[in-house]
């Protein structure tokens, strides 16, 4: 099983709705992240978390909110999607004990905003 | 100017060819990092370098701290090598990331 999972993986919604992609890992770590990907564009910060009663902004928080329900679940919400919302959406996960940031990638979301 | 610039953008070369991928970085880091994107979207790290040279396969990973630059070499490139490498630096415990390198490698 994949250590770390994204659901769901491929989502077509209508502008205004509100959308949430879940994140689940089971490596034990405490650190989660959530990036966007655009075509032509590195990946970009949207949410980080550093454990349960840490969230942070990225570099990209606008239009998104984050909810950390345990260790091992970190999801994303759209509150009210945006076509230029239309993106990859990967989760990611680290482990707090290296100081050289590795992270462990989940297969990705690619969600169209209609 | 990004903190993170890879070179090239984009490259195609045939079967058996040497590849080189290039990365230069304008932060102070605490380590360098090399990965892969599948054509179906899935990343995973190659390498994790904050000195000298990794090897692993066909693929080897070198960086000079000084010139704050990296490089990426596939030797005897495979079609099965196609993919977007990119790279990331390490740095104030957050991971700043490149645009990354499409590779088409053609039989």
């Known amino acids: 099983d994949a250590d770390v999972t994204q659901t769901p993986r491929n989502r077509i919604t209508k502008t205004g709705k509100r959308i949430m992609l879940e994140c689940s890992q089971t490596k034990g770590h405490d650190r989660m992240y959530w990036y966007r990907q655009d075509p032509g564009l590195g990946l970009r910060l949207i949410y980080y978390?550093?454990?349960?009663?840490?969230?942070n902004k990225g570099e990209i928080s606008d239009g998104y909110s984050v909810s950390r329900q345990a260790q091992a679940k970190f999801s994303l919400s759209l509150e009210s999607a945006i076509p230029n919302q239309t993106a990859l959406y990967f989760c990611?996960?680290?482990?707090?004990?290296?100081?050289?940031?590795?992270?462990?990638f989940g297969p990705g979301t690619r969600l169209t905003v209609l | 100017k990004n903190e993170v610039e890879q070179s090239p953008q984009n490259l195609t070369a045939q079967e058996g060819e040497f590849i080189t991928i290039n990365c230069s970085y304008s932060?102070?880091?605490?380590?360098l990092h090399w990965l892969q994107q599948h054509p179906g979207g899935g990343i995973v790290s190659l390498f994790m370098l904050s000195s000298g040279k990794k090897k692993h396969g066909r693929l080897i990973a070198t960086i000079n701290i000084q010139e704050k630059h990296s490089s990426l070499h596939i030797t005897a490139s495979h079609p099965r090598d196609s993919a977007v490498y990119i790279c990331?630096?390490?740095?104030?415990?957050?991971?700043?990331w490149g645009a990354g390198t499409k590779l088409i490698i053609k039989p």
């Open positions: 978390s550093f454990d349960v009663k840490d969230i």
């Open positions: 990611a996960t680290s482990d707090t004990g290296t100081p050289y940031n590795e992270q462990f």
């Open positions: 932060v102070g880091i605490s380590a």
């Open positions: 990331a630096v390490g740095s104030n415990y957050q991971l700043i």
